[in-house]
């Protein structure tokens, strides 16, 4: 399966401290992608990272990717309780895009 | 700009009976379409895409069927609902070629009973 995996399943901090999120996948990617869900929401993108990045910065956002590890993380500086949400890896090669099966994190106020 | 509408937001059916659920996208031209589906605290199962009007790709053999009707309208139709139909439904979009994220709807709750 091409599928992403994150790590840890759930999450949970105190807000003002940094959250890291994990993401592994199995194949070959041309980009990885991180996504936010809100409870019963659609899914919204937060940043994408090409196969030939190490590391890319959106706001309080910073995401690595490690293509022989296959592996990427996402961190969130500075969380707030409305970071609360799952987060979700995308890994596409060719075509579509695969959806791991998220990590839920409860930021604490 | 672009939108993306899925409706309805929530829909409670009994076995056997039949399903439609529509999108539609505003804002752009022959943009690949996605209908994917979430079980309760799991992830994102693609269920079919569409990369033009006619053309509808299944990933997972199931009871649902797509229709691509029109450039922006994207169906997902049911002939006779299962209990295992039950999920969070959810429509996206993106470009197509090049590299982009997708935009998604709001997502239709469906709860087969």
């Known amino acids: 399966s091409q599928q992403g995996e994150e790590d840890p399943q759930a999450l949970s901090i105190q807000e003002g401290e940094n959250a890291t999120m994990n993401c592994s996948y199995k194949?070959?990617?041309?980009?990885l992608q991180w996504y936010r869900q809100n409870s019963g929401r659609g899914l919204v993108h937060l940043i994408l990272?090409?196969?030939?990045?190490r590391e890319k910065h959106s706001g309080r956002l910073r995401v690595t990717l490690d293509t022989s590890k296959k592996s990427s993380s996402l961190l969130i500086t500075a969380s707030r309780a409305a970071d609360t949400a799952s987060y979700f890896c995308?890994?596409?090669?060719?075509?579509?895009?695969?959806f791991g099966t998220g990590t839920s994190l409860t930021v604490i106020p | 700009s672009q939108t993306i509408h899925q409706w309805p937001a929530t829909l409670v059916q009994p076995v056997g009976s039949p399903l439609s659920l529509e999108c539609t996208v505003e804002?752009?031209?022959?943009?690949?379409l996605y209908w994917y589906r979430q079980a309760a605290g799991r992830g994102l199962q693609l269920l079919f895409y569409?990369?033009?009007?006619?053309?509808i790709s299944s990933e997972v053999p199931q009871n649902l069927s797509a229709s691509r009707p029109q450039d922006r309208q994207f169906i997902l139709s049911s002939k006779k609902l299962l209990l295992s139909d039950s999920g969070f439904y959810l429509c996206?979009?993106?470009?197509?070629?090049?590299?982009?994220?997708?935009?998604f709807g709001s997502g239709t709750r469906l709860t087969v009973v």
């Open positions: 996206a979009w993106r470009t197509t070629g090049g590299v982009s994220g997708y935009t």
């Open positions: 194949t070959s990617i041309n980009n």
């Open positions: 990272i090409r196969s030939n990045e």
């Open positions: 995308a890994t596409a090669d060719v075509g579509q895009f695969y």
């Open positions: 804002g752009t031209s022959n943009p690949n």
């Open positions: 569409s990369v033009g009007i006619g053309q």
